[in-house]
């Protein structure tokens, strides 16, 4: 199972774009990458998921290099209710199986 | 909502107690997990099911805890002889496969436990 390394944590303004960059240098061919929200006392949200190039959705954006060792989940103009910590998943269902580590930690000023 | 419901939402018991916890997921998913979540960490896996069939259990399973989906619909996780490490959130998933593209996995809510 691909293991993933994201910084433990990023601080932000509000209305400013938020890049959170994911290692994974030992993707599988199968494998997608996806980027789960999580807030307090709730279970993980899906953000967006990809394989290759750039993948964007009406809350995201996810850029994946041709070599796919890394990924970068882009955040556009951020509000304080994107504070929240933020998980990268590799796997081939979508990393469902893997551990999903401790996240990244991102907290959202005024 | 996600559509995923779980229950109880919040359960206090006492070190020896078992407890059961319900899952009930999308009802067309035919997947469906369950991890472990504690304070500051990210959730762990813990087991998955396609339809009735367990297919996968992690390590950290242990032989105290025990997961069903009768009929592939909703699942039980029991916690049998309940310790103090025990306590988390409990959280289930449920995702359908098949297709082309993978999909997102739909969380429910969790069920906290509190271990005295």
């Known amino acids: 199972l691909a293991k993933t390394t994201q910084p433990i944590s990023m601080d932000s303004y509000e209305g400013q774009e938020v890049n959170i960059t994911c290692s994974h240098n030992?993707?599988?061919?199968?494998?997608?990458i996806t980027w789960y929200q999580q807030f307090p006392s709730q279970g993980p949200r899906f953000i967006i998921q990809g394989y290759k190039t750039k993948v964007t959705n009406e809350v995201a954006s996810l850029f994946i290099p041709a070599d796919r060792k890394s990924s970068t989940l882009s955040l556009p103009r951020v509000s304080l209710s994107d504070t929240a910590v933020y998980y990268c998943?590799?796997?081939?269902?979508?990393?469902?199986?893997?551990?999903f580590g401790a996240g990244t930690r991102l907290f959202v000023k005024a | 909502d996600t559509g995923v419901s779980q229950d109880p939402r919040h359960k206090i018991t006492k070190r020896g107690q078992n407890v059961t916890f319900r899952c009930d997921p999308i009802?067309?998913?035919?997947?469906l997990y369950w991890y472990r979540q504690t304070l500051g960490q990210g959730p762990e896996f813990l087991t998955y099911f396609q339809n009735e069939a367990q297919l996968e259990k992690s390590r950290l399973l242990s032989d105290r805890f025990s997961a069903e989906r009768p009929k592939g619909s909703f699942s039980t996780l029991e916690i049998q002889r309940t310790e103090q490490g025990d306590s988390a959130m409990y959280l289930c998933?449920?995702?359908?496969?098949?297709?082309?593209?993978?999909?997102?996995?739909?969380f429910g809510q969790g069920t906290r436990l509190t271990v005295v």
């Open positions: 030992n993707i599988a061919t199968n494998d997608y």
């Open positions: 998933a449920s995702h359908r496969t098949g297709g082309a593209r993978n999909t997102e996995a739909f």
């Open positions: 998943l590799v796997g081939d269902t979508g990393g469902f199986k893997t551990i």
């Open positions: 009802s067309e998913h035919n997947r």
